[in-house]
């Protein structure tokens, strides 16, 4: 459009002006737009096909924007397609560990977690096994690091381990970009198989018949200098690959290493003669190798390391030759020890003898025990002592050879190459005519090749070296001071010149010649306007017109400060110092009501006549009274504490007074520590007081030895506490006792009391945690460091005054000057210094291509040098234009420790003197966090008799535990029963309540709240079946949770004639069962998936991967419309067994009864794969069964005229009573996402309204209803 215009406006120009004298400036107009329009032309055609990436990079990113891959030129310069974030990779399975000879063989047959469907990703790298002994190794970082997999098909790791330890292992998958997938399940345990007794040793060329596991083949495998050589070998059996070289093959070997070492010598003797010969010619005068005499000294005594080296080696080969011996009889036993430790007779026998002594303290020396003598003798081993010898003459070879370095070798001094002929490897020259540079001449390349010099070898100057000056001066710098490259600025007009080793020549760098003129410039505005000063005390007296004035504060680190009018500034105030603050744990008490606060005071009538969740411990006390007393007298937390008093405690140590409590759901492992405060008034030195902890297994039977902390018998308060060890296999509970016993002697107390408050008991705490008594649970507090003091800052008004000015980048014109070109070697200043680091751009300390560090406007860089590819490898990196990352090497350039900029440590070990805290969390409560399946309450065992006749609802066993509303719980039972009648139901219920810190009633009734319900059929009469259910729960609250199991036959109401027995002979189990923490944040959901956090907002988090996820719902709420609309009162609730929706049309009505339940969805932006709603009738009032009228309930539409924009869908058959679980038709499910089509979402399912049909009357259970999602995201 643009060009059609220009077109119009010149014609209308043409036309007014004469066609025989041209108009230039329509001439000049019309040219342009033609070079418009080839340009326009040009703009439209595809470049790419022609384009290349010129030292330049392409980020590849995906739809969120995140940086997923580097195309092109990388920040260390090398060129690639690096990928830089990706996907998590998925968990490895399929891991077993094996006993093995020696250690543990890992074996992972390249699967992982969620089948065969899941495969590693494009970007898979390795996966890193890690092993340990301790179960609960962390499998996060390089703790237990010790191998990895490299192929993503699997394969197989040996791990060294010594016998009897039990070993654990697990895997990590590593992706390119340096993601880490969840820990393997852990693998093991597996023990390090010994080799047996009866072990044959074989020795010759030809492999021997018939081998067992672990014998010795010493095989002949060659000849060396006419003597046979050998190689150690063990049989590890056909599946292991039969015969192997053993690691210890030194004692074989030993004297071709002495030998070796001979060499060595004669070699280091060889570089001392030529370091002789260069600290004689150096001591002749020679001023540019003066150093070299250091080199020489060097060199010479290294030849005696190189000896010394030799006898180590010796000593070496004289202890693997004790290991050769001890091998081939398979008897000898060496030890390593002290002469003062040595083992002595009677410990040593007589069939000992031959065993080896390496005595510590005495330089190893060797001892051999005499079996006739039973005394330790000097060995006199052969092969140990020619190895010895050995070292000898190799310290004598070295001898030798400092005596020919001081006699051969020649140094030659001249401007031109010697001679090659007759040179001797070592010979030196000089070369005159570059410096004095040192060669030396290599037999190996035929040539003299140069010799580098340290620092310390160097005497010339910089300038001798090729370093340049500048000049400033009016006039060209004479020819005979001026080298090439030199700089000349010439004063009178700023203009940079450069000597070209013959004349002058202007430079054309005029970013330079920019540089200096306004460098001259600014001096001579200086020198009219501008006053500077220099000190520690504002300058006085200026005024308005002196702005711009300098003041040089020298002892602010010479911070710089101009004469200005200044805004307001205000002031800071006073902060005092703080000291470091300690971290604190966390604490939970898990002893109930542990101060005896929720009962009341006085005698103690209920509960067995013993506080609120404790026993009794009574044995040899007589008939003794309990109380609940307050005051002072034993009251030590709150304003309450037991007392229980004996009329005649015995003498025996097991008579005893006192209370007890189980602590239940704990795993093994654990560590218990308990206290209490304990007080008695009438007081005898016989009758101690006592606190003890007993481990106990499901069946409450005591396991292994009870750990005990005794008091005294004496007046006022006594605090008593324990700490019990880890919990064994087997263990899930401990009993904690705190009493007051006789101790075997003395006579009987009359009138004996004991008082008891403040229990304590926690698991896992550290040694350092407070053991002051907490109530229930106890926050603790994060480590804070120390702080210094702030000192106040005054406030400054606004006004003229001297402001503190700071130079920014934007001042220094960008690669405007690089330093090596201008600045001479030898003549920086420190304010040249100082202006040399304002100008630069990049700053590098080191070798470039070497180790080195870089500092640049984008941050701080460290290098190390690579000696595979020469490019130095990144160290370190900190800057604000690339990905963090930090590496810690050791003193021979191995990595050790790294820290990326995903926030992943890696690092060979990690010693914390605190426990470690993740996201608030102690690493204790993490892990627990982490799995599922522990039993935390249990009832287990029989009846004994049979428990019958049951017609309605009965109990039958209980169980509880204290349940953590973060979590999941399965109630699980399993029964065996029976009825005297078929056809019969029998309806099996789990009722809940609680009881936690209050005096209602602790154990579940059958009014209580049903959880689950299953009806069972039977099937002939008096036949016996065993059946279970369970269901999954989540606790609204933390605290104690009691679980009752139920039993009715027929209908609830105990109608009818048919009973039902709960076989007593028969085990019954009633369990509570951890499922694992609550994945999702709403209420009742449980997460099977999950995405990655992200700790930074500069850059946008790369999308979590998509996973499948699970959630099952129970309603939040629900409603029932009757047929004339109008709603149910909360007056229905309960009413003739009204406890849910009703459907249908009652006889004699007009008008169907509908309703719905709703539930909160949680967000899903993904895709929905499945969905179940599962639903319990109550009752069918016309007919023995019903069919269900289902529809989608749309949020926000709560009745009583449900929109219908889905078809009803019929469930047929549902038991009356009975549950059914049936799929919801697929066109629904999108519908319950956090997007739906069209807008209709829906939150919920409707039941009714219905045709006239009595089958479709019936009424629902309204609390059972759950509804199961199925969804990826």
């Known amino acids: 459009m643009e060009t059609r215009l220009a077109k119009a406006e010149t014609q209308k120009v043409l036309m007014s002006t004469n066609p025989l004298q041209p108009n230039i400036d329509v ?319 009677p410990a040593m026998k007589a069939t000992d003898d031959g065993d080896l002594l390496f005595a510590s303290d005495q330089g190893n020396k060797l001892y051999r025990w005499n079996g006739s003598t039973l005394a330790w003798v000097v060995a006199a081993d052969q092969t140990a002592a020619d190895a010895l010898t050995a070292a000898q003459n190799a310290a004598t070879a070295a001898g030798n050879a400092q005596t020919t370095a001081n006699s051969k070798i020649v140094t030659l001094y001249s401007t031109t190459e010697p001679s090659h002929s007759n040179r001797t490897e070592g010979d030196l020259w000089v070369d005159q005519a570059n410096g004095n540079r040192l060669n030396r001449w290599s037999v190996a390349a035929n040539d003299f090749v140069p010799v580098q010099l340290g620092a310390g070898a160097i005497s010339a100057t910089a300038r001798d070296l090729g370093s340049i000056n500048i000049y400033r001066q009016a006039s060209e710098p004479a020819s005979n001071v001026s080298r090439t490259n030199d700089l000349w600025v010439r004063s009178t007009d700023n203009r940079v010149h450069v000597y070209n080793g013959t004349t002058w020549v202007e430079s054309k760098d005029e970013a330079i010649n920019t540089v200096a003129t306004d460098a001259a410039t600014a001096q001579a505005t200086a020198d009219q306007k501008v006053r500077v000063d220099v000190g520690t005390v504002f300058p006085t007296g200026r005024v308005p017109a002196d702005v711009g004035d300098v003041f040089i504060k020298t002892d602010e680190g010479n911070a710089t400060y101009t004469w200005a009018y200044g805004e307001a500034v205000a002031g800071t105030p006073y902060v005092p110092a703080t000291p470091e603050q300690p971290y604190i744990p966390p604490r939970t008490n898990l002893c109930l009501n542990p101060s005896f606060e929720i009962d009341p005071v006085g005698a103690i009538a209920t509960n067995n006549n013993t506080p609120t969740h404790w026993g009794l411990l009574e044995s040899g ?338 169980a509880n535990a204290y349940l953590s509303n973060t979590r999941f719980y399965d109630i699980k039972w399993r029964l065996s029963w029976r009825t005297n009648q078929m056809p019969s139901d029998v309806t099996f219920r789990i009722r809940s309540t609680v009881g936690i810190d209050s005096n209602t009633a602790d154990a579940p009734t059958i009014n209580s709240y049903a959880e689950e319900a299953w009806t069972k059929a039977q099937t002939s009469p008096n036949y016996q079946h065993t059946d279970e259910g369970s269901v999954r729960i989540s606790p609204a609250f933390n605290g104690r949770h009691r679980f009752l199991l139920t039993m009715a036959v027929g209908d609830p109401n105990g109608t009818g004639t048919t009973t039902g027995s709960v076989m007593g002979a028969r085990q019954i189990d009633l369990s509570i069962v951890d499922a694992g923490p609550r994945g999702l944040s709403d209420g009742g959901l449980i997460s099977r998936g999950g995405g990655i956090l992200y700790g930074g907002t500069a850059t946008p988090a790369a999308p979590p991967p998509v996973q499948n996820h699970f959630v099952e719902l129970a309603p939040a709420g629900w409603k029932s419309w009757n047929a004339n609309n109008t709603l149910r009162g909360s007056t229905d609730q309960g009413r003739n067994g009204i406890n849910g929706p009703i459907q249908g049309i009652a006889p004699g009505t007009s008008g169907s009864q509908k309703g719905h339940w709703w539930f909160a969805i949680p967000a899903i932006t993904g895709t929905i794969t499945r969905m179940e709603f599962y639903v319990w009738a109550d009752h069918w009032y016309l007919n023995s069964g019903g069919t269900g009228v289902f529809n989608v309930a749309w949020f926000g539409q709560g009745g009583p005229n449900y929109p219908k924009h889905k078809g009803d869908h019929l469930i047929n058959g549902i038991p009356k009573p009975g549950g059914t679980n049936w799929v919801l038709p697929s066109d629904w499910w999108e519908h319950y996402t956090t997007h739906p089509p069209g807008g209709l979402k829906a939150d919920g399912i409707t039941v009714g309204p219905t045709g006239n049909y009595a089958h479709e009357y019936g009424r629902y259970n309204g609390d059972s209803a759950r509804l199961k999602i199925w969804f990826t995201q």
């Open 621 to 958: 006390a007589g008939l003794t009274t309990r109380t609940i007393v307050n005051g002072t007298t034993g009251v030590i937390d709150g304003t309450k504490a037991a007392k229980i008093v004996s009329p005649s405690l015995g003498t025996s140590s097991t008579a005893r007074i006192g209370f007890t409590q189980t602590i239940t759901g704990l795993a093994v492992g654990d560590v218990i520590r308990a206290s209490a405060h304990l007080q008695v008034t009438v007081t005898d030195g016989n009758h101690p007081v006592e606190i003890r902890a007993e481990f106990l297994d499901s069946l409450n039977s005591v396991v292994g030895t009870a750990v005990t902390t005794q008091g005294l018998d004496a007046a006022g308060d006594q605090f008593l506490k324990l700490t019990t060890g880890r919990l064994p296999a087997g263990v899930d509970r401990v009993r904690v006792q705190v009493y007051r016993r006789g101790n075997d002697t003395g006579a009987v107390l009359s009138n004996a009391d004991l008082y008891v408050d403040s229990v304590l008991i926690e698991k896992n705490v550290p040694a350092s945690a407070p053991d002051t008594f907490i109530l229930s649970s106890d926050p603790g507090q994060p480590y804070a460091p120390a702080q210094p003091e702030q000192p106040a800052t005054p406030s400054l008004p606004e006004g003229w005054r001297w402001v503190k000015r700071a130079i920014g980048g934007g001042a220094i014109q960008p690669k405007s000057l690089v330093a090596r070109d201008v600045i001479a070697t030898g003549t920086v200043s420190a304010a040249l210094f100082e202006a040399l680091m304002v100008l630069t751009t990049t700053v590098i300390a080191g070798n470039p291509h070497g180790d080195h560090a870089r500092l640049t406007p984008q941050g701080f860089f460290a290098y190390t040098a690579d000696e595979i590819d020469g490019i130095p490898n990144v160290a370190i990196r900190l800057g604000t234009g690339t990905d963090d990352y930090l590496g810690i090497t050791n003193q021979y350039g191995q990595l050790v420790t790294t820290l990326d900029e995903t926030g992943a440590v890696n690092a060979r070990t990690a010693n914390f003197q605190e426990d470690i805290t993740i996201s608030g969390r102690s690493i204790e409560q993490r892990i627990n966090e982490v799995g599922g399946g522990r039993i935390v309450g249990r009832y287990r065992g029989t009846l004994g008799a049979n428990l019958e006749p049951i017609r309605p609802e009965i109990g039958i066993v209980e």
């Open 27 to 345: 001439q000049k107009i019309a040219g342009r737009i033609a070079r418009l329009e080839r340009q326009q032309k040009a703009n439209r055609t595809p470049q790419l096909g022609n384009s290349s990436l010129d030292n330049a990079a392409l980020n590849v990113r995906d739809a969120a924007g995140q940086l997923t891959a580097i195309v092109g030129v990388q920040y260390d310069g090398t060129s690639g397609a690096v990928s830089v974030s990706g996907p998590t990779p998925p968990t490895p399975s399929g891991v077993t560990l094996e006993d093995a000879i020696g250690g543990v063989l890992l074996r992972w047959d390249g699967t992982f977690e969620g089948g065969l469907s899941v495969v590693a990703p494009q970007d898979w790298s390795r996966a890193e096994v890690h092993a340990s002994p301790d179960i609960n190794m962390a499998a996060m970082d390089a703790s237990a690091l010790v191998s990895t997999i490299e192929s993503p098909r699997g394969g197989s790791v040996f791990i060294p381990s010594p016998p009897g330890v039990a070993m654990y292992a697990r895997l990590v998958a590593r992706s390119q970009s340096g993601k880490r997938s969840g820990a393997s399940v852990v693998a093991g345990p597996a023990e390090a198989a010994e080799v047996g007794n009866g072990t044959k040793i074989h020795q010759g060329a030809t492999e021997p018949e018939n081998p067992a596991i672990g014998d010795l083949w010493y095989a002949t495998v060659g000849t060396s200098n006419g003597q046979p050589t050998y190689e150690a070998r063990r049989y590890f059996g056909p599946a292991d690959g039969g015969w192997k070289p053993l690691r210890d093959q030194a004692a074989v070997q030993a004297l071709a290493e002495v030998v070796e070492a001979g060499n060595k010598a004669t070699q280091a003797g060889v570089d001392a003669l030529a370091a002789k010969a260069l600290a004689e010619q150096a001591q002749d005068g020679l001023t540019s190798v003066q150093t070299e005499v250091l080199l020489a000294e060097v060199a010479a005594s290294s030849a005696q390391q190189v000896a010394q080296q030799a006898q180590n080696q010796a000593a070496d080969a004289i202890a693997d030759a004790a290991d050769a011996k001890a091998t081939a009889d398979g008897k000898v036993t060496t030890y390593f020890t002290t002469w003062a430790g040595r083992p002595v007779a």
